[in-house]
């Protein structure tokens, strides 16, 4: 059974940085995409960034390019997003998943999620 255990929210100031982990157990990910999404009170769930497991290649929503950064790290089966010159409007609970395939931004192709950690950027 595939579990995605996410770490690292909280709040910051403006500018700041947060790490975020995601911890994925359950089964082999080797041919599978991760990816980090995120979701505001009263907004829909949004595609912030994925990346392949065996490729590495990595793909960013426009909002986040530049500022955030996903990583992986195969032999402990956890994704990173390292979240940089944070503000306001990052403000939402994020959540990761994984689908088989390749990198994808569409929620619906997830196949599993993560419970999310709450990250709160204050002006």
């Known amino acids: 059974q595939v579990q995605l255990v996410e770490s690292g929210g909280g709040l910051v100031q403006a500018g700041g940085s947060l790490r975020l982990s995601c911890a994925a157990s359950?089964?082999?990910?080797?041919?599978?995409?991760m990816g980090w999404f995120r979701q505001a009170p009263g907004k829909e769930r949004e595609f912030v960034a994925t990346i392949s497991w065996s490729s590495g290649s990595t793909y960013y929503a426009d909002s986040v390019k530049g500022r955030f950064t996903i990583s992986r790290d195969n032999a402990k089966n956890t994704v990173y997003l390292q979240m940089n010159s944070l503000r306001p409007e990052d403000t939402a609970v994020y959540y990761c998943?994984?689908?088989?395939?390749?990198?994808?931004?569409?929620?619906?192709?997830?196949?599993?999620w993560g419970q999310g950690t709450q990250v709160t950027v204050s002006s």
């Open positions: 998943a994984v689908k088989p395939g390749p990198v994808r931004s569409v929620p619906s192709e997830y196949r599993y």
């Open positions: 359950g089964r082999t990910f080797s041919s599978y995409a």
